[in-house]
Nanobody
């Protein structure tokens, strides 16, 4: 069993910042990849950022590069997403995702087996 618990999220005005965190627990040796997806109404879920838990390899979708930063804390089995200069188009439900086997592909091709329940991010103009 693998469980992902997210925290953070909320509502901000355009240009503001939020920080999301996700902790993974369960009966496994270690997470291989952790990251974040998002989904807004009427759109498909998309990968936002992915972090290798074995090294410092990271990958982002183009629309968040330079604004979002993903980071890891292996001791706490946690991954965080610092989101700066948020824009209304970033409004979505954000989901933590994880894999405990394999390798970390580019975020656009990642199909993780585990997701959290999601946390809402709302950015107003």
């Amino acid at each position: 069993q693998v469980h992902l618990v997210e925290s953070g999220g909320g509502s901000v005005r355009a240009g503001g910042s939020l920080r999301l965190s996700c902790t993974i627990t369960g009966t496994f040796e270690s997470a291989v990849c952790m990251g974040w997806f998002r989904q807004s109404p009427g759109k498909e879920r998309e990968g936002v950022a992915i972090q290798s838990m074995d090294d410092d390899e990271k990958n982002y979708i183009d629309s968040v590069k330079g604004r979002f930063t993903i980071s890891r804390d292996n001791a706490k089995n946690t991954v965080s997403l610092q989101m700066n200069n948020l824009q209304p188009e970033d409004t979505a439900m954000y989901y933590c995702a994880a894999a405990i086997r394999g390798f970390c592909p580019p975020v656009g091709t990642w199909r993780p087996p585990y997701y959290g329940q999601g946390t809402q991010v709302t950015v107003s103009a």
